[in-house]
């Protein structure tokens, strides 16, 4: 609920002091008194969009102050079944229903990045995934004055799809919005062969930011779309791999990915080439971070998010409410 004030009288000069005194006035008969801004433009002879100018600029010398009650997000019934339900620390869930996929994303991104700044230590290293979700979360941080930290890539970039397939690119936002670090990945996410990608994992140029993969106080992580599913209206890893490729995963029982390491529904790992031919993080290395983060939406990807917690890898999930819904009726019914 927001809470609206105006404040009390000024001992300003005569013409300041009539200025201050017509918006607060302003301010009061619109916030507090309820009137409709035509009404007050009629009671002082003004035009409509000069009392939204008015209202505007109360609210800029401070004659108005707006505070917005603590959020209960996390506290839900539905949040807390799923937690239970799922093995997980915590569930938050936008209280937003949305069915475009993309709008979900962006729900369940500025809800994440609200989150955030309870759930990052004041210094350490920070992982994250690509993915359009993640690419918009990284966008929507707010400034953590004080800390000092330092964001790295979880795996390489894509050089088509987006500049939400080009993790270098995410890392260097969320590190500008927070104010912190961010190291650069040089290196492609898929490439042609296992052998290439291996001997690349050990090129001395790409060191820096792998070491740090042992270091990860958080990592923050999207969760691919099913192969079966269709397009989200997005870019995403799995539009990218061609689709006999995508059909194979099918055929394998794939239903998501995390930073390209493939899983079923039932939480296991699937041992298939594309995760072999991918430069990222290795699952021992993410199951070793103490906190893992996983922030996806939209009701198709219920079944990946399934799969995803029951990995073992997610420790807090951060989705919609439409896909929350979804999520619960499968997790009830396994």
Same mark, same amino acid.
């Given at each position: 609920?927001?809470?609206?004030?105006? +404040? =009390?009288?000024?001992?300003?000069?005569?013409?300041?002091?009539?200025?201050?005194?017509?918006?607060?006035?302003?301010?009061?008969?619109?916030?507090? #008194?309820?009137?409709?801004?035509?009404?007050?433009? =009629?009671?002082?002879?003004?035009?409509?969009?000069?009392?939204?100018?008015?209202?505007?600029?109360?609210?800029?010398?401070?004659?108005?102050?707006?505070?917005?009650?603590?959020?209960?997000?996390?506290?839900?019934?539905?949040?807390?079944?799923?937690?239970?339900?799922?093995?997980?620390?915590?569930?938050?869930?936008?209280? $937003?229903?949305?069915?475009?996929?993309?709008? +979900?994303?962006?729900?369940?991104?500025?809800?994440?990045?609200?989150?955030?700044?309870?759930?990052?230590?004041?210094?350490?290293?920070?992982?994250?995934?690509?993915?359009?979700?993640?690419?918009?979360?990284?966008?929507?941080?707010?400034?953590?004055?004080?800390?000092?930290?330092?964001?790295?890539?979880?795996?390489?970039?894509?050089?088509? =799809?987006?500049?939400?397939?080009?993790?270098?690119?995410?890392?260097?936002?969320?590190?500008?919005?927070?104010?912190?670090?961010?190291?650069?990945?040089?290196?492609?996410?898929?490439?042609?062969?296992?052998?290439?990608?291996?001997?690349?994992?050990?090129?001395?140029?790409?060191?820096?930011?792998?070491?740090?993969?042992?270091?990860?106080?958080?990592?923050?992580?999207?969760?691919?779309?099913?192969?079966?599913?269709?397009?989200?209206?997005?870019?995403?890893?799995?539009? #990218?791999?061609?689709?006999?490729?995508?059909?194979?995963?099918?055929? #394998?029982?794939?239903?998501?990915?995390?930073?390209?390491?493939?899983?079923?529904?039932?939480?296991?790992?699937?041992?298939?080439?594309?995760?072999?031919?991918?430069?990222?993080?290795?699952?021992?290395?993410?199951?070793?971070?103490?906190?893992?983060? $996983?922030?996806?939406?939209?009701?198709?990807?219920?079944?990946?998010?399934?799969?995803?917690?029951?990995?073992?890898?997610?420790?807090?999930?951060?989705?919609?409410?439409?896909?929350?819904?979804?999520?619960?009726?499968?997790?009830?019914?396994?």
């Amino acid at each position: 609920m927001a809470v609206v004030t105006t +404040a =009390g009288p000024s001992s300003a000069e005569p013409g300041a002091h009539e200025q201050r005194e017509l918006l607060r006035w302003v301010a009061e008969l619109y916030y507090i #008194q309820q009137q409709g801004q035509a009404e007050i433009a =009629g009671l002082i002879g003004v035009s409509v969009s000069k009392i939204s100018r008015l209202l505007a600029e109360a609210r800029r010398q401070g004659i108005v102050t707006i505070t917005v009650a603590d959020s209960q997000v996390g506290e839900s019934e539905l949040e807390r079944e799923l937690a239970w339900r799922l093995g997980l620390e915590r569930v938050y869930v936008a209280p $937003a229903r949305v069915t475009d996929p993309a709008v +979900a994303s962006r729900v369940a991104a500025l809800t994440a990045a609200r989150l955030l700044p309870d759930l990052l230590p004041n210094q350490g290293v920070i992982g994250l995934s690509g993915g359009y979700t993640v690419a918009q979360l990284a966008r929507s941080l707010e400034p953590q004055p004080g800390t000092d930290l330092l964001i790295v890539p979880l795996q390489g970039n894509w050089v088509e =799809g987006g500049a939400h397939l080009h993790n270098d690119q995410v890392c260097r936002d969320a590190a500008q919005r927070l104010g912190g670090r961010a190291l650069s990945l040089p290196a492609p996410m898929l490439v042609e062969r296992a052998a290439t990608r291996d001997a690349l994992m050990h090129d001395k140029s790409i060191r820096p930011v792998t070491d740090r993969w042992g270091e990860l106080n958080v990592a923050i992580v999207g969760v691919g779309t099913s192969p079966a599913a269709e397009a989200p209206g997005y870019q995403s890893v799995v539009s #990218q791999l061609g689709e006999m490729m995508r059909a194979d995963l099918v055929r #394998q029982g794939v239903v998501g990915d995390l930073c390209a390491h493939m899983f079923d529904v039932h939480g296991q790992f699937v041992d298939h080439e594309v995760s072999r031919r991918t430069l990222g993080i290795s699952i021992p290395d993410l199951r070793r971070v103490p906190r893992v983060i $996983a922030v996806a939406a939209g009701a198709a990807k219920a079944e990946s998010l399934l799969g995803a917690v029951r990995t073992g890898i997610p420790h807090i999930l951060i989705t919609d409410q439409v896909a929350a819904e979804h999520l619960l009726t499968l997790a009830r019914g396994s």
